[in-house]
T-cell receptor, first 112, second 113 residues
Framework: GAVVSQHPSWVICKSGTSVKIECRSL??????MFWYRQFPKQSLMLMAT?????????EQGVEKDKFLINHASLTLSTLTVTSAHPEDSSFYIC????????FGPGTRLLVL | GDSVTQMEGPVTLSEEAFLTINCTYT??????LFWYVQYPGEGLQLLLK?????DKGSNKGFEATYRKETTSFHLEKGSVQVSDSAVYFC????????????FGKGTTLSVSS
């Protein structure tokens, strides 16, 4: 099946710094990618829909200035957590649609 | 809006026991329904899906039937194995191009030998 990769898989940063997470579709082109956030022992919450060449669509309650999404090409979307704080610590998962919806392995962010 | 409700976990079973994880949904129209599995330390994997009423999805001994009348998509397996220990997520997607999956909260299954 199709493969979606994420980088990095783990990141630890200091409060106030910005962190960029990359999501790539490795063997297909994805016009649309999705970013989810998963808290421990909870479900995946959709944060935003990333469309190639246009602005992302954010879900209600997600700060677009805090979570910057750039979908610069058909195989790459990036999520930048700006001025990260400890409450931003979470597991971030991206997803892309081919014949079905494929998920990346996730990026675990820990903000100290 | 659309939503998915699945039974709270954790579910603890002995090997070869019968498994049912309940899932119900609320949606306008006729969504597609999915079960995803997340093994420890791994990403989400599609387990099975059904795209219309009365469809049965099946994979690796797991089954789920799309029941429109009860808005349900319960996951079943006749004989679980230790290797089935994972978190299972029920999800739906509206039948509209480019829409994202909406997930339930997940149910942790632990199978002991």
């Amino acid at each position: 099946g199709a493969v979606v990769s994420q980088h990095p898989s783990w990141v630890i940063c200091k409060s106030g710094t910005s962190v960029k997470i990359e999501c790539r579709s490795l063997d297909f082109q994805a016009t649309t990618m999705f970013w989810y956030r998963q808290f421990p022992k909870q479900s995946l919450m959709l944060m935003a829909t990333s469309n190639e060449g246009s602005k992302a669509t954010y879900e209600q309650g997600v700060e677009k200035d805090k979570f910057l999404i750039n979908h610069a090409s058909l195989t790459l979307s990036t999520l930048t957590v700006t001025s990260a704080h400890p409450e931003d610590s979470s597991f971030y998962i991206c997803s892309a649609i081919a014949e079905t919806q494929y998920f990346g392995p996730g990026t675990r962010l820990l903000v100290l | 809006g659309d939503s998915v409700t699945q039974m709270e976990g954790p579910v603890t079973l002995s090997e070869e026991a019968f498994l049912t994880i309940n899932c119900t949904y609320t949606a306008t129209g006729y969504p597609s329904l999915f079960w995803y599995v997340q093994y420890p330390g791994e990403g989400l994997q599609l387990l099975l899906k059904a795209t219309k009423a009365d469809d049965k999805g099946s994979n690796k001994g797991f089954e789920a039937t799309y029941r429109k009348e009860t808005t349900s998509f319960h996951l079943e397996k006749g004989s679980v194995q230790v290797s089935d220990s994972a978190v299972y997520f029920c999800a739906l997607r509206a039948n509209q191009a480019g829409t994202a999956l909406i997930f339930g909260k997940g149910t942790t299954l632990s199978v002991s030998s």
